[in-house]
């Protein structure tokens, strides 16, 4: 028998029937066997378009159905459809915390895992989608603005983009509208090796709030709650985690800058930094201690530090019970200590160090004097409200009312003095800008 590959571009899904044929009597036969895609890498131009509103529609029995509903964060198989593309058998599992738990059915946050069930079965190179619902943010734009942010300062961050999603469960759904949802790149192998050129090393990621990034021994079991393996995990080594933290916690001020530099991208930092205190991002290091990823590149030997789950910045984590913090004080947050209460080991022990306060400051000025600028990001705003008003119209699931995605943009909700009331986009990054401007002075 002879075997044929059948060579198609990346992301497209067919069915082939086996084509046997008589071979002239060589007692064989020919078959053709769709082997999958050649994976040339990730298109994210596809992927997260940004220049319109993708639709995508997931496809589950009702069984499955069911399955997902009794266990809320465990995978069920399901079908994904992206314009005339189908992929079977995918991974559909909800996802989130407060994202899950705080919004109302059905507009629940999904991730999809392409070779969940089917070895190797990738979405135009990427294995993973995790489709976003904008919790707590009525103009569903902080979390892709969020994330420009952050690459603007010149943090590898993550791409995103609005979609629309539709689910069919036969009995139940007819290609029912869920809703516009932020389509989120995932953090994981293929993440690290578009950004870093490898990904053989140890990723983790942060805890929910657990993730203070102090020294608590040698032992790996004192680390298991706060932070999550990602990869290489049945080897199970958390000795290069551990060996970083001991460095940040435990070098004397005197020599901490030479040995900081040897197993933190200290670079990288300045650049999430940057971003994350301009955005007031307290759902984060600065705050809660959570949302974050660490990555052991090999390349270099040192660890970066990644940003994830920003649907609450631009001031939106208004929770004096979490983190101390009204809504206000959002607006004027100390860029010298760009933290809430706690301790912020990182933060505070980068910041010390006169070369890196010097140069954050220098970054922040350029970034806010640039693209954070409100001529700048008050144009984004008003390009992505022009994309996804009308969808956002017809989403009936959606947290909260159409007039106050209008009135979000420009005007705090309710706009009442509030101490946890949801900062404007556009105010805020207006008054924000000036604040920090004040501060560093001329």
Not at 73 to 97: C, D, M, Q, W
Not at 280 to 290: E, K, M, P, V, Y
Not at 356 to 371: E, P
Request: aromatic share 14%.
């Amino acid at each position: 028998m002879k075997l044929y590959r059948i060579i198609l571009t990346a992301g497209l899904a067919i069915t082939l029937a086996a084509a046997l044929c008589d071979c002239g009597g060589s007692g064989g036969s020919d078959k053709f066997v769709f082997l999958g895609p050649v994976d040339t890498g990730p298109d994210y131009s596809v992927v997260y378009d940004r220049a319109q509103v993708d639709e995508y529609e997931l496809v589950f029995t009702a069984a499955n159905w069911q399955s997902l509903q009794a266990a809320t964060h465990t995978y069920a198989p399901g079908t994904l459809k992206f314009g005339s593309e189908t992929y079977e058998n995918v991974g559909i599992r909800y996802k989130g915390n407060s994202s899950f738990g705080c919004v109302p059915f059905p507009k629940k946050p999904f991730k999809i895992d392409f070779d969940r069930y089917v070895d190797g079965q990738k979405f135009h190179g990427v294995k993973k989608l995790n489709f976003h619902n904008s919790l707590w943010d009525p103009t569903m734009m902080r979390e892709p603005l969020g994330y420009d942010a952050f690459a603007d300062a010149g943090c590898p961050a993550g791409r995103s983009s609005h979609i629309k999603l539709f689910v069919t469960v036969p009995g139940v759904y007819d290609r029912e509208f869920f809703g516009v949802y932020v389509s989120v790149e995932q953090v994981d192998k293929v993440y690290l090796k578009d950004r870093f050129g490898e990904n053989d090393g140890n990723h983790y990621k942060a805890a929910m709030w657990g993730a203070d990034l102090k020294y608590y021994g040698s032992n790996p079991i004192e680390y298991y709650d706060r932070y999550a393996k990602k990869t290489n995990e049945l080897a199970n080594d958390w000795s290069d985690l551990i060996h970083f933290l001991d460095v940040l916690n435990n070098t004397p001020d005197n020599a901490f800058k030479t040995e900081i530099e040897k197993v933190f991208n200290v670079d990288g930092f300045l650049s999430y930094l940057v971003a994350n205190t301009v955005l007031s991002s307290l759902d984060s290091i600065a705050g809660r201690n959570c949302n974050f990823y660490l990555y052991h590149n090999l390349a270099t030997g040192k660890f970066e530090f990644l940003p994830w789950d920003l649907n609450e910045v631009f001031g939106n984590h208004t929770l004096p019970r979490d983190n101390g913090v009204i809504a206000d004080e959002m607006l004027t947050i100390d860029i010298f200590n760009p933290t809430s209460t706690g301790e912020h080991v990182l933060i505070e022990r980068i910041l010390n160090v006169p070369e890196y306060m010097t140069d954050y400051l220098a970054r922040m000025r350029t970034l806010v004097n640039g693209d954070f600028s409100p001529a700048v990001m008050h144009a984004r705003i008003d390009a992505m409200y022009n994309l996804i008003k009308a969808d956002v119209y017809l989403d009936t699931y959606k947290e909260f009312p159409s007039p106050d995605f209008d009135a979000g943009i420009i005007q705090d909700l309710p706009d009442d003095g509030s101490p946890e009331r949801i900062l404007g986009l556009k105010p805020f990054i207006t008054d924000r800008a000036a604040n920090i401007l004040t501060q560093l002075g001329p």
